[in-house]
């Protein structure tokens, strides 16, 4: 028995077994629909059509359970899953937006769950309208001139760029040259490892201890006759604007390269930038961030990429099209990367990202950036006042967008209490954990909470309190904190196995021969 | 409504301030006493990071704001356009599958927990892991292997990144293909790798379609990194010569991976147990719905090895105990190794995949069990094979054009009725029915040729309504 501490909540305690641990032999949750008689009749036991060394020798050994089993079982789990739904969630540069039901209820109509992909194009005239509908709203959003909604996730959106980077210069017959792309440390990971990905060698520009942002000469200097192009994030996720986006544009453009701008962090900007207006060849926004469309558990997201006329050539096929009277999927792209997915994209997103836009309108989008900074802004004064809590490049940018990005690191210094701890800390005082930081981390001990435009004030106060309490509790009994959780669904996890091959069982099957049979 | 609150709502709309119901601090009261507490007088201030001459300072050319109760009806006017493969009878496959979604299966996935949850560790989000670690585990019981990763966005995308493992642990650059594969899954396989290896297509038999070993052995050399096979394959036979094609690739020390299926393993064996070091596929029959092909679920297993697993270029769950006994607890494997730490060294594309999917598949499969599975697969083939049978009576028609075992899509040729598979097509519409994808672009060498899927959700009826409107669009 753990000893909870008082703090006015606790995690549901199931104890779930793994599913292959219940249920009973024989048993079984779903009744498969049967053969009609005559046609077994009619063409007897097709089974044994199959060669015998490619008939399954056994069925696969999967757990026996009723359907009541089943769904105690996943209603269990969900409760010990923390949704924005559930409570304060500010996982940072995820845009834990709320995702409205209305949308949910949309995207679920047998009216686009119940249609295929390869149906006749006359069939799926609305689906398709609303494919265009979004792609055009975007186009107005990003000043860009023609979108795509194939990419199913902000690194793959990233990824669809950098080939877009690649086919443009090996149209012109300069990829043998331009190898690198130049991006920021600052940058989501996926724009390092996408082009990576994608054979570009990835150069990293540093921010200015000063500015939060690499210097101009810094780019500069990165520039040569091998740049390719420039791929970055901005807003960063310090919430810090980088102004020099149109020198760099600018730079990029003379040395012959492309820049394509990671729009995931577009929330706090919507309405009021738009990249394409900036210079920016290619671009791209997250649905499942800035456009409400929920986060799955991680995914599916869904992503879009938008590009300049001059670009639009090499966007991934199929895009949906208009001829005048007509909605069709069209192909014809001599320049196209090809595909990036199979079909067309991540279809129920679409659908609630179309519906959202079409709720907000303008004016609600305006608001929904507006309120989103006033947000982040009151948060940060706040947080500021919490013992052993900086933010780093503070003087230089009083005022952030989106995010923070705070840091710890005095806290550290002072009780030995870092990120790490107070994350395990916040879950007993019925919080989400916060974002840490990607990797490498640039601030120490760092933390990032966005707070979207859906999150009320209340829920702001409650936050920085709880971070006031866990602060203190640091300062005056830190082993409250080392031992933490004590209110959640389980207690200190042994990650031994994350190394350990000997250890690590990422099947059920592969847990029970390295244990020998020792369940627990 | 009272007169002082009536008297309220006109002020506000006089004042023209928006008050949005997704936006708390939508209302004057909150904004005003945040801007007080930030020290600014108005929220424009915040904004002092954007260069004036970089703001957009035009109005946005998209509607007014409006009710859910307009957007819905909206939006549903819309939809209503499409006619859905329940209004229809389709025959469809090709990659996205027609089957019966459990309505547990949808209860599951419209959890809002599962739904609206993200990146928490296990301490606040136990349930998410501990489901995606069932899904790992049930899929490593249907394929027999003992690593199984998190999801991919689909099973082109995961074949896509398995080569590109398979490159990395041979360190060769070749990837061998069969000709039956999906072309699209194909096209995918070219964009992961653009410019990284060579893919080089296997021919395969005339008759039986399936991949010509000798044609192998003259491909294959010490610069092939793996080979690949589909089964059931594309063109919907069973590739029943696996076993040899694993002792060909090994020989040769590449790796063998094999693209499934995953309903046909109820009754075909796992390729864990026919020598595949890397097995992908598609997860969209366990549970999901077709959504216009926008909800694809890939899956990827291998070997337990160390070098294999290191070179996994996503998310790995394991399964490990916690300080307290009788509590499960979850962790990533090696994470620094993903594109989360290690950036361009990962050479990784896949962030947020599709994980309430897998989450859903884990349901499906726990639904069916092992005997639901075998017993799924077996009434597939039952009415797959009866549909082959009515239509290969057809005058004119040649079904299958393979002559091997299929599972639940076969190939229709028509070239002796002297009609394209478009103008059949347009025929078998005004009966109301979708019929089989046209292959005749994508194979030319079969001619017109079409390829029928045929499931548990049709009927005796449903087949016996496509063997008659078959017949007159032949005529």
């Known amino acids: ?520 | 409504m009272t007169h002082l609150s009536f008297l309220v709502q006109v002020k506000l709309r006089r004042s023209s301030v928006p008050i949005h119901q997704y936006i708390p601090n939508s209302n004057p009261q909150s904004k005003n006493e945040m801007l007080k507490e930030i020290g600014v007088k108005s929220a424009e201030d915040l904004f002092a990071d954007i260069p004036e001459r970089m703001r957009f300072g035009k109005k946005l050319k998209l509607s007014d704001p409006k009710s859910e109760y307009e957007v819905r009806r909206h939006v549903e006017a819309t939809l209503c356009k499409n006619r859905t493969c329940s209004e229809l009878v389709s025959f469809l496959g090709a990659g996205c599958w027609p089957h019966y979604v459990p309505a547990v299966c949808d209860e599951i996935n419209s959890r809002s927990e599962f739904l609206t949850a993200y990146a928490g560790d296990p301490y606040s989000d136990l349930g998410r892991y501990q489901a995606l670690f069932e899904f790992q585990s049930m899929i490593g019981e249907l394929v027999a292997m003992d690593v199984v990763s998190f999801p991919w966005y689909d099973w082109g995308s995961v074949l896509g990144d398995a080569a590109r493992m398979a490159l990395m642990v041979t360190q060769r650059r070749e990837i061998l293909v069969p000709r039956t594969i999906s072309p699209d899954r194909l096209a995918l396989l070219r964009t992961y790798l653009d410019g990284q290896a060579e893919i080089r297509l296997i021919n395969s038999d005339s008759g039986s379609g399936q991949l010509n070993l000798a044609d192998l052995r003259s491909k294959i050399s010490s610069k092939t990194a793996a080979v690949y096979v589909e089964n059931p394959t594309y063109l919907g036979f069973i590739e029943t010569g696996v076993e040899e094609v694993a002792q060909v690739a090994h020989s040769e020390g590449a790796l063998f991976m094999v693209g499934v299926e995953p309903l046909s393993l109820g009754i075909l064996t796992a390729p864990g147990d026919y020598g595949a070091d890397i097995v992908c596929g598609e997860g969209q029959p366990l549970g999901l719905h077709m959504y216009y092909g926008g909800a694809l679920l890939g899956f990827l297993a291998c070997r337990d090895e160390e070098q294999l697993v290191s070179s996994v270029p996503h998310r790995l769950i394991t399964i490990t105990k916690t300080q307290e006994k009788g509590e499960w607890g979850f962790t990533y494997v090696l994470p620094k190794r993903t594109m989360f730490a290690a950036r361009e060294k990962a050479k990784s594309i896949t962030g947020t995949a599709t994980a309430l999917w897998a989450i859903t598949a884990a349901v499906y499969l726990s639904l069916l069990g092992p005997q639901g599975m075998r017993e799924l697969a077996q009434v597939i083939m039952e009415k797959s094979h009866y549909a082959m049978k009515l239509l290969s009576e057809i005058k004119g028609l040649k079904v299958p054009l393979f002559d091997a075992p299929h599972f639940e899509e076969f190939t229709v040729n028509f070239d002796a009725t002297g009609k394209s598979v478009q103008e059949i097509n347009m025929v078998l519409l005004k009966f109301g029915i979708l019929g089989g994808k046209d292959l005749s672009r994508e194979f030319p060498e079969l001619g017109e040729t079409s390829l029928f899927c045929v499931t548990e959700v049709h009927s005796k009826a449903d087949i016996e309504k496509l063997a008659a409107a078959l017949r007159e669009a032949v005529q």
């Not at chain 1, 060669?51 to 069925?59: D, L, N, S």
């Not at chain 1, 023609?146 to 902000?154: A, D, M, N």
């Not at chain 1, 780093?392 to 705070?406: I, M, S, T, V």
Request: charged share 25%; hydrophobic share 35%.
């Open chain 1, 1 to 520: 028995m753990r000893h909870e501490e008082s703090t006015g909540y606790h995690a549901v305690i199931w104890r779930e077994p793994i599913i292959f641990q219940l249920g009973k032999e024989g048993r079984r949750g779903y009744r498969v629909p049967q053969t009609e008689e005559e046609i077994k009749t009619s063409i007897g036991d097709v089974v044994s059509r199959i060669p015998g060394k490619m008939r399954r020798k056994a069925p696969p050994k999967l757990p026996e359970l009723s359907e009541p089993e089943v769904v105690r079982h996943y209603i269990r789990l969900s409760q010990q899953t923390y949704g924005v739904d559930s409570g304060i969630h500010m996982h940072g540069t995820c845009t834990m937006k709320y995702s409205p039901k209305i949308n949910d209820a949309l995207a679920r109509s047998p009216k686009v769950a119940d249609i295929h992909p390869l149906q006749d194009i006359e069939t799926v005239q609305g689906i398709l309208e609303i494919f265009y509908g979004l792609q055009k709203w975007l186009c107005e959003l990003s000043g860009m001139d023609e979108f795509s909604l194939q990419p199913r996730g902000g690194a793959h959106a990233v990824f669809s760029n950098a080939q877009i980077i690649k086919a443009y210069h090996k149209l012109n017959r300069e990829l043998e040259q331009r190898t690198e792309i130049i991006t920021t440390v600052l940058s989501h990971p996926c724009n390092g490892g996408a082009p990576g990905a994608a054979g570009f060698k990835v150069v990293t520009l540093y921010p200015d201890e000063e500015t939060g942002y690499p210097d101009i000469e810094a780019l500069k200097a990165a520039i040569s006759k091998h740049t390719a192009g420039l791929m970055m994030t901005d807003p960063y996720d310090t919430g810090v604007f980088d102004p020099n986006i149109l020198e760099y544009i600018k730079i990029v453009h003379e040395a012959g390269g492309l820049v394509a701008i990671d729009q995931a962090n577009a929330n706090s900007v919507l309405t009021r930038l738009r990249i394409g207006d900036l210079g920016a060849d290619l671009c791209h926004f997250n649905l499942h961030k800035s456009f409400s469309t929920p986060h799955g558990s991680t995914g599916p997201g869904s992503a879009a990429i938008g590009a300049k006329k001059e670009l639009a050539e090499f966007l991934p096929v199929p895009i949906v099209k208009h001829d005048g009277k007509n909605y069709y999927l069209d192909y014809d792209r001599p320049h196209t990367i090809g595909r990036v997915g199979e079909f067309y994209g991540v279809v129920p997103n679409i659908v609630r990202a179309y519906a959202w836009i079409m709720t907000m309108g303008a004016e609600g989008l305006q608001e929904v950036s507006e309120v989103a900074v006033i947000n982040n802004n009151y948060l940060i004064r706040k947080l500021l006042e919490v013992r052993g809590v900086s933010l780093p490049w503070y003087k230089a940018h009083p005022f952030r967008l989106q995010e923070g990005r705070f840091s710890l690191q005095k806290l550290k210094e002072d009780t030995g209490i870092g990120i790490a701890e107070v994350n395990r800390r916040m879950i007993d005082y019925g919080l989400q954990d916060m974002e840490t930081s990607h990797e490498p981390w640039i601030v120490p001990e760092p933390f990032t909470p966005e707070p979207p435009e859906t999150i009320s004030k209340e829920d702001l106060d409650k936050f920085v309190d709880v971070l006031h309490k866990i602060t203190h509790e640091a300062y005056t009994n830190p082993e409250i904190i080392k031992t933490a959780p004590h209110n959640a669904a389980i207690s200190k996890i042994d990650h031994t196995p994350s190394a350990d091959s000997s250890k690590w069982a990422m099947t059920w099957r592969a847990h029970l021969k390295k244990m020998g049979g020792n369940k627990m």
